[in-house]
């Protein structure tokens, strides 16, 4: 999986790095996410646990033809999106 991630043109370095997050947390979650769906003008999103334990939520483009990954953000799931997220996996184990 090539992975490219969108700059931010006022710093020049990943837009990731504004949220706090690394490119190598964004490698953990894409590499074994634990939710991925279909999001607004051809996205997706995943969610994901990093190795080092942090929740976040990764909002990419797939290129089909070639399946290299554009990152357009990421950032840690926080509030009420991860008590969300941790009930539909109590749902899910559950079953």
């Not at 279909?38 to 976040?56: D, F, L």
């Amino acid at each position: 999986m090539n992975l490219r991630f969108y700059e931010n043109p006022e710093t020049g370095l990943s837009h990731i790095h504004d949220h706090g997050v690394q490119e190598y947390e964004v490698e953990d979650v894409l590499a074994d996410c634990i939710e991925d769906w279909p999001s607004r003008r051809g996205a997706r999103e995943a969610i994901g646990q990093t190795q080092g334990g942090r929740y976040i939520k990764v909002v990419y483009r797939l290129d089909g033809e070639t399946g290299d990954i554009t990152v357009i953000t990421a950032y840690d799931l926080r509030g009420s999106a991860l008590a969300a997220f941790r009930r539909r996996q109590r749902r899910k184990r559950g079953r």
